[in-house]
Structures are given as C-alpha cells and as structure tokens.
C-alpha cells in the first residue's frame, strides 16, 4: 500500500465492525506480507528466542504488529485476533511463558502500559505480578 493515496485507500475499504486493521488477515499488501504471515513469522521467533533464553528475561522492542501478534499467540488466538488489541508507541507489553515440570504456558500481566502516565496512584499496576511478589506486613 505504499505510495497509495490515503484517503482512496480507506475509501476503497469500507469500515466495518470487525475493521481493527487496514485489511483481512490473510490479504497481503502488494509486495508485502499479511498478517498472517507476519503472525507466523512472530510465533517462529518468540519459539526459537525461548528455546535459545530458556529461563531467562527477554526484554524485545518491536513494533505494534508483532506486538499484536505475540499477545494472541499468547493467549491462543487466532492470528487477526490480535488486531483487537491496542499498542500505543512507547507502551509496554508483557508475555511471560512459564515451563515447570514439563508443563508450559502465558501468563499475560500487561498490555500496552504506558509507564509516562504512572503515578502513586497508580502504584499497584507496575509491580511483579508472579510469585515474585512478596507480602509487607508486618
């Protein structure tokens, strides 16, 4: 879609209620790839950097579209499910994938946090969210 004309582009594409992103998933851009793909691409990624960090903290600073597509792989979605989700520039995501006992899973504590906005009040929501945290009393 590059070097198309913004408003004949969205003209062209009529909004509809399911309209997250600028086309289906499985339509790829001229020249370029659909969410699908880069869906797949993601998931390829996030498996082999697991399998390479396994046990590890992976911090990765991407774009909103894999972003989107690693939250639904996450949770188990299907690929254009991710186009439901909103990633602001700058925000915060996080995907923990946990493995014990030969059981794997997501655990999914935030998405799109925006850490600019943070404020004592808003304390509770920049803490471990895992059995890291421990208890103050006392």
């Not at 969205?10 to 790839?33: L, N, Q, T, V």
């Not at 793909?37 to 579209?65: M, Y």
């Not at 690929?79 to 996080?94: E, K, L």
């Not at 030969?102 to 998405?111: D, K, L, Q």
């Amino acid at each position: 879609w590059q070097g198309m004309n913004r408003a004949a582009f969205f003209a062209a594409r009529p909004a509809s209620i399911a309209s997250y992103w600028f086309a289906p998933a499985h339509e790829r851009a001229p020249g370029g790839e659909s969410f699908n793909d880069l869906f797949d691409r993601t998931v390829a990624g996030i498996q082999r950097i697991n399998a390479e960090h396994a046990g590890k903290d992976i911090v990765c600073v991407s774009h909103g579209g894999p972003i989107k597509a690693a939250i639904a792989h996450a949770l188990g979605l299907e690929a254009g499910a991710g186009f439901a989700f909103t990633i602001d520039n700058c925000s915060v995501t996080r995907l923990d994938y946990l493995a014990s006992d030969g059981h794997t899973g997501w655990r999914v504590p935030m998405i799109n946090q925006q850490p600019w906005i943070a404020s004592h009040a808003h304390d509770a929501m920049h803490q471990p969210s895992g059995p890291e945290v421990t208890s103050k009393l006392g």
